[in-house]
């Protein structure tokens, strides 16, 4: 199975919004609403901002929102700030035991 | 609070098994209820999932790398473990260990990784 398709970098300025998208097939993102997002700031381990597609976990900001339309998995985060500049990763379920992460993405505060 | 801590060989020579161990404090790990996971993440790549176990008996793997991997728990040093053989210089790479509370792949704890380099 391949690794799902994301943007290699996106950007925007402070207090902007942005988008992150991760493409998949039939068989992961689009067959199962189990699609997780992370965060990766350099020599950091990642860290789970989304999962369950929408759900955020205790501590992460109502600014990361996520969501789906067919095959194609979205991380919206508004009001970026300078923290925000990191790596993410989404990561669906594909059935049958089985993970799928995407490429990553690289965010560029500006 | 659980934490995970990655222990290992951070050097390991072509053609052999790459064994590395996660230490779990602040849970009992024979408890239940959780998958126990491996992943990596070559050097400047993105994420790879290698497999969890569930239970201490159902282990699931990446099908890419099944033939080559095991994960096993030992609930009596609440330790779980990676074994990669026939390693090669694709198998660079840091490895995290992980929890997941689902089978999902919503990783809500994470060890800090530790660095495998596969060189003769």
């Known amino acids: 199975q391949s690794a799902l398709t994301q943007p290699r970098s996106v950007s925007g300025s402070p207090g902007q919004s942005v988008t992150i998208s991760c493409t998949g097939t039939s068989s992961d993102v689009g067959g199962y609403n189990y699609v997780s997002w992370y965060q990766q700031h350099p020599d950091k381990a990642p860290k789970l901002i989304i999962y369950d597609l929408s759900k955020r976990p205790s501590g992460v900001p109502d600014r990361f929102s996520g969501s789906k339309s067919g095959n194609t998995a979205s991380l919206t985060i508004s009001g970026l700030q300078a923290e925000d500049e990191a790596d993410y990763y989404c990561?669906?379920?594909?059935?049958?035991?089985?993970?799928?992460f995407g490429g990553g993405t690289k965010l560029t505060v500006l | 609070q659980v934490q995970l801590q990655e222990s290992g060989p951070g050097l390991v020579k072509p053609s052999q098994t790459l064994s590395l161990t996660c230490s779990v404090s602040g849970a009992s790990i024979g408890s239940g209820g959780y998958y126990w996971s491996w992943i990596r993440q070559h050097p400047g790549k993105g994420l790879e999932w290698i497999g969890y176990i569930f239970d201490s008996v159902s282990s699931y793997y990446n099908l890419s790398l099944k033939s080559r991997v095991t994960i096993s728990i030992d609930t009596s040093k609440n330790q779980f473990s990676l074994k990669l053989s026939s390693v090669t210089a694709a198998d660079t790479a840091v490895y995290y260990c992980?929890?997941?509370?689902?089978?999902?792949?919503?990783?809500?704890?994470w060890g800090q990784g530790i660095t495998v380099i596969v060189s003769s």
């Open positions: 992980a929890r997941e509370p689902t089978l999902w792949g919503a990783v809500d704890v």
């Open positions: 990561c669906s379920y594909a059935g049958s035991y089985t993970i799928l």
